[in-house]
T-cell receptor, first 112, second 113 residues
Framework: DVKVTQSSRYLVKRTGEKVFLECVQDMDHENMFWYRQDPGLGLRLIYFSYDVKMKEKGDIPEGYSVSREKKERFSLILESASTNQTSMYLC???????????FGPGTRLTVL | DAKTTQPPSMDCAEGRAANLPCNHSTISGNEYVYWYRQIHSQGPQYIIHGLKNNETNEMASLIITEDRKSSTLILPHATLRDTAVYYCIVRVAGGTSYGKLTFGQGTILTVHP
């Protein structure tokens, strides 16, 4: 089975802090995604990576950056956390760009 | 990607089959039907997908009508752990959206003892 793990299930940070969310997949997938999910807004793509060191902006990249130094690991960075970044963050991976995506358990981030 | 319409909620008795409908009347010939579900406070889970033939895996069956304008996800023997929000999505292979998933409102399936 594909396994996607995320570094934390729950995280509480203060405004202005730098926040790192890590995601690891064990199926040698080329493609990895970071989404955030908010009530009423559904799933929104933040960043996408199709290979090591390659990334593309999604629909809402402002305030975020990403890093993919190894194939299995995709990190989301909040450079200076703000309260409007309080959300559920979901990492996913897929073998092909358009094949089914496998999600991690999510990180519920609260920024105070 | 084509728009989908699902009922907002459904109930099912434990042990019975759960049949979740989805309308996608504007689906294009190269669009696949995907189903995901999300149990409360967890990440979404891929269930099944198909193009025009019926599909079955260890989790569910997917029945797509001949005109492809609607489909039904069947959980053959629902359990309490199947209580979740179920999302029907139609997606084209290729395009410029980097494979992003977009969930609609979905169907809240509640399985009762």
């Amino acid at each position: 089975d594909v396994k996607v793990t995320q570094s934390s299930r729950y995280l509480v940070k203060r405004t202005g802090e730098k926040v790192f969310l890590e995601c690891v997949q064990d199926m040698d997938h080329e493609n990895m995604f970071w989404y955030r999910q908010d009530p009423g807004l559904g799933l929104r793509l933040i960043y996408f990576s199709y290979d090591v060191k390659m990334k593309e902006k999604g629909d809402i990249p402002e305030g975020y950056s990403v890093s993919r130094e190894k194939k299995e690991r995709f990190s989301l960075i909040l450079e200076s956390a703000s309260t409007n970044q309080t959300s559920m963050y979901l990492c996913a991976s897929s073998l092909l760009v358009w094949s089914e995506q496998f999600f991690g358990p999510g990180t519920r981030l609260t920024v105070l | 990607d084509a728009k989908t319409t699902q009922p907002p909620s459904m109930d099912c008795a434990e042990g019975r089959a759960a049949n979740l409908p989805c309308n996608h009347s504007t689906i294009s010939g190269n669009e696949y039907v995907y189903w995901y579900r999300q149990i409360h406070s967890q990440g979404p889970q891929y269930i099944i997908h198909g193009l025009k033939n019926n599909e079955t895996n260890e989790m569910a069956s997917l029945i797509i009508t001949e005109d492809r304008k609607s489909s039904t996800l069947i959980l053959p023997h629902a359990t309490l752990r199947d209580t979740a929000v179920y999302y029907c999505i139609v997606r084209v292979a290729g395009g410029t959206s980097y494979g992003k998933l977009t969930f609609g409102q979905g169907t809240i399936l509640t399985v009762h003892p």
